[in-house]
């Protein structure tokens, strides 16, 4: 738009403001809104009756329809002597009293103390572009000085970081007290808003005694509860926020975008912790969706939002597309946070939903709530602590989709992704007493899970599928047949995890010996905790770096094993591969464990990685160390087992006689242990079905 300033110091230039008003003409411009928008939070702070200086007026209308509903002493000064003239000519018949002048508002001739209210609409936001902010410090310093004691200076503004800042520090040091209203765009205006950010009222009331304290709070809206905040970082971190909201939320009125996968995290009003994620997802053009089908919210049960059909982006299409609605907002609970019950939820978002609706929706339309058996799904944290290594962690019980009970480990750094997770059983004597307590108490209650007392860990379930890989890998190494049929396997785990992997080898793979490499001492103790890991002859534990560990075996000789697996996750998020890290994956690393295996001996590598260019790198690294290497990728995860033989392997052979090689490891495992309850549920032949040759 021409009538625009081409860069922002031209905000605070007399000669722009000349040219802007000239060209003009007779129509107002109306900054961050109009009349109607702002008169609530306007007539809130400035009586009637108050003496207001407004500052930098410009032709806006806002003063004139003040003026026509009682505010009869307004003080309008402005830098541009062609606005003053034009004012003062358009307001000389119907409105006598209301005068304007041409003053320089950094430097004005009133007195001390003449006002009980400044009302800027705009004018700080031009002036902060200029002098690096030392005009608009100018400004404010003189409306501080023109200002009675409980006067307030009210302030429109877009609210850009560096200028809230330069204020709301100005008045803090000054002792004052700072509040910011939000104003939304009313639903169904975003189309013809011409800015996608909030306006912002910033009210800043002078004390007759400097406060010790800072005072500053945020509204949502004309008569929104204050928030109050401690810190000017964290006011400006709410406005962020509030802004990012907007700028989202036009976009999903005036847009639909099947690709883009927008979230946005709702946060408890009172404490301020994130309470529910939002994750929009739009239909494809030209999918056949029914009229009445364009927007439902799916409230995904507690405990199942790492699923992939929620978590990931194509199973969010999928979900999508299964529910064929227009557009689907998944929405996921957070830990740490109450729920009542579905009806509680729906009434919690309702008011927030319609933001979030696609373009044309009318704002009276009924939404649907869909769920998974209408229910809120059921998560109880057992544990909570600290690793020095990987930052704070908690151990929680779920009921996943299929019913059943599991435990968790997950790091709060990255909630999205489970570390370790095992199924969990209950014992028969405690269950049956827990289902007899429940008989009378509401469904809500019914459906909850026994004590976590009453619970054990099923040994024999692998949760994690590339677990199931490995676990089948084992038999390449020709486990049950007649020339191996008592052959003891030798494995050196890195990563422990929940110790679910060691412990199904230790229990159900005949003579197994298993050394596990763990770097975290506390991941140690909660697998012992709360995993049911117990270590013993065939299973031990070596706390340290898995890399040192591997180059002090090699260097030492002597110490080959039949299995080396590599489950280890990697702490640095800005590399495209999230296992193991990328020293494990280095020629000199891959070596060593080339050299650390028997002639049959297998290394087996949890690799996921999104970098498809990484990918292709590491995947070369591999291939110049070991002469045949099967992949199997899982499905719905970004996860894929590399199977690397030390020996070659005939390619003709190997995949062909992998079905007989599954059936004599399955009867190996279903023969590991004596103990009648616990049987390894796998199937070893279902798993390698899908493999590959690199």
Not at 20 to 42: H, P, Q, S, T
Request: glycine share 6%.
């Amino acid at each position: 738009m021409s009538l625009l300033p081409r860069t922002a110091e031209e905000f605070s230039s007399a000669e722009y403001w000349e040219r802007f008003f000239k060209k003009r003409g007779e129509r107002a411009f109306e900054w961050y809104g109009d009349y109607n928008k702002i008169c609530g939070v306007l007539h809130k702070y400035i009586k009637v009756q108050d003496k207001v200086l407004v500052v930098g007026c410009g032709n806006s209308e806002l003063s004139e329809q003040l003026y026509d509903v009682g505010y009869k002493h307004l003080t309008n000064i402005d830098i541009s002597e062609t606005v003053v003239a034009h004012m003062n000519q358009r307001n000389s018949e119907r409105r006598p009293d209301l005068t304007f002048h041409q003053v320089d508002a950094t430097q004005t001739p009133y007195e001390d103390a003449s006002f009980q209210a400044a009302l800027d609409k705009g004018t700080l936001d031009a002036m902060a572009s200029e002098e690096e902010g030392a005009l608009a410090r100018r400004m404010i310093t003189e409306v501080s000085r023109v200002l009675k004691v409980g006067g307030r200076y009210v302030c429109v503004t877009l609210a850009q970081e560096s200028v809230v800042k330069l204020a709301v520090e100005h008045f803090v040091q000054l002792g004052w007290a700072v509040r910011l209203h939000c104003l939304q765009e009313e639903r169904g205006r975003e189309e013809e808003d011409s800015f996608a950010l909030p306006v912002f009222v910033l009210i800043s009331t002078k004390f007759r005694q400097p406060m010790p304290n800072p005072i500053l709070e945020m509204c949502l809206g004309d008569d929104g509860v204050p928030v109050r905040h401690t810190r000017v970082c964290d006011l400006l971190s709410a406005v962020r926020e509030y802004q990012a909201y907007s700028v989202l939320r036009k976009r999903l009125r005036t847009n639909t975008d099947p690709a883009s996968n927008l979230s946005l995290t709702l946060c408890d009003a009172k404490t301020g912790l994130p309470r529910y994620t939002l994750t929009v997802q739009d239909c494809p053009p030209g999918a056949k969706v029914p009229r009445p089908n364009q927007f439902a919210i799916f409230i995904v049960p507690r405990g199942s939002e790492t699923a992939w059909l929620y978590s990931a982006p194509e199973g969010r299409r999928q979900l999508a597309a299964s529910a064929n609605f227009r557009r689907l907002v998944i929405a996921s609970m957070h830990r740490n946070q109450d729920y009542t019950d579905m009806q509680a939820v729906q009434s919690e978002l309702s008011p927030v939903v319609m933001d979030l609706a696609p373009p044309g929706m009318l704002t009276n339309q009924q939404v649907p709530f869909l769920s998974v058996g209408g229910d809120l799904g059921w998560r109880e944290e057992v544990s909570r602590g600290v690793s020095q290594l990987s930052g704070e962690y908690c151990v929680e019980n779920v009921r996943g989709e299929d019913g059943e009970l599991y435990r968790r480990l997950v790091f709060l750094s990255n909630v999205s992704l489970v570390q370790s997770e095992s199924r969990l059983v209950s014992s028969n004597t405690a269950a049956s007493n827990h289902k007899k307590k429940n008989k009378k108490k509401t469904k809500a209650a019914a459906a909850a899970a026994p004590p976590s007392a009453c619970l054990s860990v099923d040994s024999g379930f692998l949760c994690c599928a590339h677990h199931e890989v490995m676990v089948a890998g084992l038999s390449m190494l020709g486990a049950g047949t007649p020339q191996n049929k008592d052959g003891p396997v030798s494995v050196l785990l890195v990563g422990l995890g929940g110790g679910g992997l060691p412990q199904f080898l230790r229990d159900f793979v005949p003579d197994a010996a298993v050394e596990v490499v763990e770097l975290d001492p506390v991941v140690l103790q909660v697998a012992k905790d709360w995993f049911g890991f117990r270590p013993d002859d065939r299973l031990t534990v070596t706390l340290g770096d898995g890399l040192e560990r591997i180059c002090s075996l090699e260097k030492e000789g002597g110490h080959c094993f039949d299995v080396i697996m590599f489950d280890v996750d990697n702490k640095d998020s800005s590399v495209g591969m999230s296992c193991p890290p990328a020293a494990f994956v280095e020629t000199p690393v891959l070596q060593k464990v080339f050299n650390m295996l028997t002639p049959r001996g297998l290394f087996m590598l949890n690799l996921v990685c999104r970098d498809l260019l990484l990918r292709k790198n590491v995947l070369e690294r591999v291939k110049s160390v070991f002469p045949t290497i099967l992949s199997q990728r899982i499905p719905e995860e970004i996860n894929e087992v590399l199977l690397c033989f030390r020996e070659a392997k005939d390619a003709d052979r190997i995949l062909p006689s992998l079905s007989q090689a599954a059936k004599n490891f399955q009867r190996t495992l279903s023969c590991g242990t004596a103990d009648s309850k616990r049987k390894p549920h796998i199937d070893i032949a279902e798993i390698l079905k899908d493999l590959k040759l690199e």
